[in-house]
């Protein structure tokens, strides 16, 4: 059935497809300016949950406050887990508690504390207390476990079958079934002891006659997850062996959960979008953010910057009489020390996503330090030769051209190098490489650049 409101919706073929319609977004302000919760509802209902989290995150904070008191109890608890964690806490206080408490109910264990292990404690507390026995026994056994870890992402909420049983049996039990999860892809099974054997896939199930053995049709491959493996090891295992779901094991390798792909891939582009904002120095952030938290988020590594700067300044500075005494050094100065800026940024911007995404291993680290030098050195004779070309069309000087030309050479293979070496080591070491390579290797390409340039100027122009 096609509704007045699939006209406001974005063409999918278009470049702005799936972002909020920008003139719903006026109509749903203007639906709460007016204090009209009908129109406002009428407008919000067709939104996808993802949708509504994103309008929030988009406007500003007495707007936020006003739409979330006269939206009342449609408020769902899906929005709430699509929230950005810097406005959730905000949400969540903004909330009736009546409301609170219906919208967490309906909220997978996963979800539940997805949302509670960022809260403060008399905000955790009185979402625990709104859900019921069984479930806040599970949620806090969940929250028991490691930060960060696969106890936390996983879901309580688990189809299992014993492994003798036929396709007929899995199908009864899961027809009169009444607390099944909204949303799975397998039926684990377990032996006696409650250690999961495999998985069969609904598809497989239901393309099987009733008594076929569930072990006849399990999944060739099949990962258990240790309760207490990170989760960024958890979400290269889904990536890496393409899985769909996943049995959480304890200690003693009995299932106490399952992890699904949607929340596998949440933790990949998390750790995606970490590596970005890292190798920027910006932590963290997040556009919700406010102006003082923004501030004191990149503060720390502007400041960094500012001593690599001091270190690079220093080196220009015990060249000051060769400068003085041709100040075309001056003016070509700075081409030398961005290109090796740049092609140092680019070599480490592939080890980091390498080293995330675990391609680059001691099996292949000279490999790949051995092609970024020969990168940088082809690039390095390649812009030697234009650098030169202009050097002696510019300032008449032969002599600059070759000086130039043999600093952007030097420059270029010490960028390659120290892009890729410096990630390596600060990894090694126990460094995050995202968080602080950026500053090393422009400290290198800097200084080693305006050394070998302005170096060989004084021994070859004077």
Known sequence: MVTDNDADMVDPGSEDAYELDRKRVAQILDAVEANDQALLTELMEPLHAADIADLLEQINAPDRAALIQLYGREFDGEILSELDESIREEVIGLLNPQVLAEAVRDLESDDVVDLLEDLEEPQQEAILQSLEDADRVAVQQSLSYPENSAGRLMQREVVMAPEHWTVGQAIDFMRESDNLPDQFYHVVLVDPRLHPVGNVTLGRIMGAKRDVRLTDIVEETFQIIPVDQDEEDVAYAFNQYHLISAPVVDDEGRLVGVITIDDAMIVLDEEHEEDILRLAGVSDGSLADRVIATTKQRFPWLAVNLGTAVLASLVIAQFEATIAQFVALAVL??????????????????????????????????????????????????????????????????????????????????????GTVVPIILEKVGVDPALASGAFVTTVTDIVGFFAFLGLAGAVLF
Do not use: K
């Open 333 to 418: 100065m700075p081409i030398v020390a961005s290109m090796g800026g740049n092609a140092g940024t680019q070599s480490l911007t592939v080890a980091v996503r390498a080293l995330a995404t675990r391609d680059l291993t001691g099996s292949n680290v000279w490999r790949v330090i051995r092609r970024e030098v020969l990168v940088g050195l082809l690039n390095g004779l390649a812009f030697a030769i234009i650098m030169g070309v202009v050097g002696i069309i510019w300032f008449g000087s032969a002599q600059l051209g070759g000086v130039i030309a043999v600093a952007m050479v030097i420059n270029l293979v010490v960028a390659g190098l120290a």
